[in-house]
């Protein structure tokens, strides 16, 4: 079972960066596929990025690729999302999830945390 825990968001200005965390306190995250999705008010949630079992493969939204780096660490059974050159349609509230299986799909998940706000202004 794992029970993912988000935290480093906030408000940061266009441009600027943040660092989201995803610790499973359980720490048996290694076991699984890791992946961020968002959601802003009244749109459908959406894929960010994805990491396979042992960081072997990772995958990103056509929005974020080259903005965005997703990493892991499974001796403390975390994974990392970097955002960098933050736009104003980045703002969501940002979900971290434990899953197998397809990398973009959010059935492919069986668990998520709670979710962090992350919010650019301008």
């Known amino acids: 079972q794992v029970t993912p825990v988000e935290s480093g968001g906030g408000l940061v200005q266009a441009g600027g960066s943040l660092r989201l965390s995803c610790v499973d306190y359980g720490r048996t995250f290694s076991v699984y596929d890791g992946a961020w999705f968002r959601q802003a008010p009244g749109k459908e949630r959406e894929f960010v990025a994805a990491?396979?079992?042992?960081?072997?493969?990772?995958y990103y939204a056509v929005s974020v690729k080259g903005r965005f780096t997703i990493s892991r660490d499974d001796a403390n059974s975390a994974v990392y999302l970097q955002m960098n050159s933050l736009k104003s349609e980045d703002t969501a509230v940002y979900y971290c999830?434990?899953?197998?299986?397809?990398?973009?799909?959010?059935?492919?998940?069986?668990?998520w945390g709670q979710g962090t706000q992350v919010t650019v202004s301008s």
């Open positions: 990491i396979t079992r042992h960081g072997i493969n990772t």
């Open positions: 999830a434990a899953g197998s299986g397809a990398a973009t799909a959010p059935s492919a998940y069986a668990y």
